[in-house]
């Protein structure tokens, strides 16, 4: 029995641990030159900020626990994986004004690899009649910091996990909890993201969840090309309709361009298993998202291609909804129903390809998902888009 | 000569002490078994919150420095008082979206005992007629920090004494000054509020004071009752007056249920004193509040019968006016009006009760108060609800 | 070679020291007598501000990197420079919410003897056609932390620098990266601020910046006076007009006083440098603001002449533009213009007057730039006043 565990933060038992390093010595076992790590960010916006690096010896990647769990960046040998944001983050959430009256002030602490976007909803900003905020953009969850979390490994198996909950809760509103699970295995160009969002209410309640999973360079770049085994494809605005064509390929950078987002249905193998691939110009390298359609059944694509400087960037977003407005979203059915103590849960994995035959193999995955044609629509549709 | 006093907060001295302990032999005199203890909370959404624990011997508490001295939560013995909040506090003010424009944003840090609500204002948002938040849901004070903050000891007659200072200033507008304290004897299950405003300001102001003082399981339960020595009585609603001939007693929890409030207006002894108070089931353990009637000549009592999931609580809530927006309280005169430097002090005691005769004295203390008949009106009414 | 650095905050370094000392002896070279301390606040609203303090033997000032590079206060001798804000500050950004609806919660934190107004926008609020805040009141920058600050010292001309790196970026908007540098040179009762503000983006931009320098007692008092080489001088408001024989002097501390508030253009000399001193009434002791006219155009006087507790305080105020809503400046072209990593240097110096002779040569320096006669207007003017 080779597997132990460790808890940095608690609640309710009072247990903090700013710093802390978790070496195979620690744990037994056979697998060696791996390492958890975990850091209190000092000065600056990030004040505050925890981070735990896993470095399992081939993949690195850090989880930020104090901005929901989420993953600021990865890498693998020479691989960066993530983008270059003008925020100079990680950004502490008490500096980033979710309340502000545009709705738009989350994008202040927007830089991660992998954000998520929820609880109570995600999506483009939403006002009452009046002019007033009722939803800002893509929610609270990701600036909501974890009142627990615990590192596992376990020396037989070489699994490494970062494991927190965080509260999205406001009295007389929601009151939702989200156990994340982020773990690896030691040598392998992978992790795995399981959640499990449960409704601690008495009442019945809807959720929205989107993985916002960006990348810039070098995996993006000019040429890149974005592989989906595609059932359906709404250009989410006249503009991207009008680049209908090229929306599975990259421009360079270039300042000014304006971003373009893509909804789909994707085909998925009979366990509902389905996987995107972003990979470079080459297809020498890549990285590629898997999920399961039963649980995410909507997928964006977000291209962004302006200057690096501004953030040269495209999303890969797998989510129970299109990032529409809250009330859009709801009266189409796009939100996940949880009756009182209800659970849903969430799986999504990210592989690294870092040869041209893995990037290769994950092409033909993907093909093989492809069973029927796609259908592409060439304008906004009325029950996809909120501005259609 | 056994009083002592030491500083751990003192913004212009520079001094703060993140932990630290008061025990009786740093005092000195004839009491023992009590302690003071100061921690400073670190990781998740407390993080940076410093709690001062009381423990009397009998009596503990634990007091919010950071939290515009709130009280947090009390014990005496097995008996837990305060209530479990949706929330996983306690809530570092940086947290709390105060300003959110829904006016709501209050509510993220609300899982005090008990809550201090001013002291610009209190009571429901209020919007101008574009419907931009002008004043928050209950204020600003319960999120201020306290810049100042001392304890004291007295060893001979065994007073236990935390006392700070919150200021809640805002340039060209209200400049006020909260000098709190919070005492308590060693082996009293009992506890005192002693709060004086002063208006820094040279020109005059009004101010509003609300002590939402709140319990949970398992002082409320199903047939819990409230014991007051009323005056008048108005239902804040329509659905309140629904359920006016229920107003003193309690259900069982239920989701989804709606909350009800009631205004008071209470009678009191030739000093202005009075009481009221909450008993469970079997009237073997209960709490009461005392305070002065000229000081704080409200009272707000808010049933909220909900899932235990939901925050299942009810709140005593003495005030200097009804937690109505802050331009109809001012209309009807319930503000405090403070000229330039003037102060204006409030008195409130907590008193629990964890046996059978104890919770009938209270019952005969409140009894005596009650030396009219009181008069219950069957609807809300217009000086009273700013709704009727 | 007696140039030494060292570095207290880098982001991307991983490098933040909470506490740190400077001397004379850790430099080497002539200068004895001087000291750079870093302390970082606990406790309160100033909880986790970091302050540098620079003494260079005569003068002393507070740096506050965590509030966009402020200069908190400054000391000469016996006479303190800066004023008595009713904020208890240094107020964490986490603190003031610059999101509030009003626009108006920059106040929370305002309480520095010199505090920046911008990048993106400074001036009065400004609100969509829906009443919704576009633009709060002075802008972000004061409130952004430094990610890099860095102290230099020169044992051979004894100069001290305090250099900080401050971003005002959100992703889609604004990406603007200001290198503040403070430096003083030991003995000398002066220092020098240096701003340089690079727009970050591939796309242009435009920027505001405002120095909002505040003095209070005991250089402000009754008959003190501003002393100014006016080319054209506009009240702001029908009030300020009325009081404009007034303008350059200041009446003693009166409760419920309203500010007034006056726009100048200044004569400067052939390289475009001008000066403005304020002194007190006996012309003993005086402070003085210097700066080039061709990077900050707009000169505002802001006299606030309130109870003390109030706030008691004049404002000289270079900057890019009048402190109207942004688009009303937009329009008038009262904006600097940034190409994509271009970038805009300002220059600010502040010289403190403790002599009559020092004074009266200050008043020299000010009379030889006034070549003509000043342009009084006795009302507001429509490109000047966005009110008028």
Chains 1, 2, 3 share one sequence.
């Not at 360079?217 to 989906?228: I, K």
């Not at 994707?266 to 470079?280: F, G, K």
Request: glycine letters at 10%; proline letters at 8%; one cysteine or more.
């Amino acid at each position: 029995m080779t597997q132990k565990s460790w808890t940095w933060i608690h609640r309710t038992d009072g247990i903090y641990v700013a710093q802390a390093r978790l070496t195979p010595e620690m744990v037994g076992g056979a697998h060696v030159g791996y390492l958890i790590e975990k850091q209190r960010l000092a000065g600056g916006p990030s004040d505050g900020v925890d981070v735990v690096h896993v470095n399992n010896g081939l993949l690195s990647f850090d989880v930020l626990p104090t901005r929901g769990m989420g993953i600021w960046r990865a890498q693998v040998g020479e691989l960066s994986v993530g983008w270059n944001s003008p925020v100079p983050g990680p950004v502490h959430p008490s500096l980033v004004p979710l309340a502000e009256p545009s709705g738009l002030g989350w994008l202040d602490g927007f830089d991660e690899l992998l954000v998520r976007c929820g609880l109570e909803s995600n999506g483009a900003p939403e006002f009452t009649e009046h002019g007033q905020l009722r939803y800002g953009l893509h929610g609270r969850i990701a600036n909501r910091p974890a009142h627990q979390l615990q590192v596992h490994a376990d020396g037989e198996s070489g699994e490494l996990v970062v494991a927190g909950i965080v509260d999205e809760t406001r009295f007389h509103f929601c009151k939702l909890r989200m156990f994340s699970s982020i773990s690896t295995r030691v040598g392998q160009p992978s992790l795995r993201i399981r959640d499990t969002v449960e409704n601690l209410s008495g009442s019945p309640t809807d959720i929205q969840l989107l993985y916002h999973i960006n990348f810039g360079p070098p995996l993006l770049g000019a040429g890149a090309r974005v592989v989906a085994p595609v059932q359906a494809l709404v250009p989410r605005t006249a503009a991207a309709a009008a680049e209908l064509s090229q929306w599975d390929s990259y421009p360079p950078p270039r300042a000014g361009t304006l971003e373009q987002v893509y909804f789909f249905q994707l085909q998925s193998n009979h366990q509902q298993q389905t996987a995107v691939l972003l990979h470079d110009a080459t297809a020498a390298r890549g990285v590629s998202v898997h999920y399961n359609t039963r649980q995410l059944p909507c997928f964006t694509l977000w291209k962004n291609p302006t200057a690096e400087a501004d953030g040269y960037v495209t999303g890969l977003e797998p989510a129970t909804n299109y990032p529409n407005p809250r009330s859009f979203e709801t009266r189409q059915g796009r939100v996940v129903p949880l009756g009182p103590g209800e659970t849903a849960t969430f799986d999504v994995e990210l592989h690294i390809h870092v040869t041209a035959d893995q990037v290769h193999r994950a092409q033909q995955q993907i093909a093989a998902l492809q069973v029927a044609p796609p259908t592409i629509y060439d304008q906004p549709q009325p029950l996809w888009c909120a501005d259609a």
